[in-house]
C-alpha cells in the first residue's frame, strides 16, 4: 500500500505562485506514475498534469499549460506541481494520484493511490 501526503498549499493572490509538493510511503517512488488532480467546490475532479514513471514529457491540461510545472525530486521521493500565474480559477483542493503502470492517464480510475489533499486558494 502506497501512502501520498501532499503540502504546500495555501492562500495566494492572483498572478502568485505555489509549489505543491507528493513524498510517498514507498522507497521506489520514483517507479510510479504521479499526477495531480483537482476537485473545486461543485465540480467534477480535474486531472492537471502527470509526469511518468520514466520521468518523460509531463502532460498537462490545457487550462494549465504553460503555467504549470511537473518534476520529480528523487532524493527525496517527492513530486512537485509548481503553479505560477495562478488565477481564481484554480481554486481547488488538489490531489496527488499514483499508480504502478508506464503512462499518465487522465482519468481517476487510472490511479489506485491518492493522496487527502491540500487545499489551494487563489484571491482576485
Known amino acids: 500500500q502506497v501512502q501520498l501526503v501532499e503540502s504546500g498549499g495555501g492562500l495566494v493572490q492572483s498572478g502568485g505562485s505555489l509549489r505543491l509538493s507528493c513524498v510517498a510511503s514507498v522507497r521506489a517512488f520514483n517507479s510510479y506514475t504521479t499526477s495531480w488532480f483537482r476537485q473545486a467546490p461543485g465540480k467534477d475532479r480535474e486531472f492537471v498534469g502527470g509526469i511518468s514513471w520514466s520521468g518523460d514529457t509531463p502532460a498537462y491540461a490545457d487550462s494549465v499549460k504553460g503555467r504549470f510545472t511537473i518534476f520529480r525530486d528523487n532524493a527525496e521521493n517527492r513530486v512537485h506541481l509548481q503553479m505560477n500565474d495562478l488565477k481564481p480559477e484554480d481554486t481547488a483542493v488538489y490531489y496527488c494520484?499514483?499508480?504502478?503502470?508506464?503512462?499518465?492517464?487522465?482519468?481517476?480510475?487510472?490511479?489506485?493511490?491518492w493522496g487527502q489533499g491540500t487545499q489551494v486558494t487563489v484571491s482576485s
Open positions: 494520484a499514483a499508480a504502478f503502470v508506464r503512462r499518465v492517464g487522465r482519468t481517476l480510475k487510472d490511479y489506485n493511490f
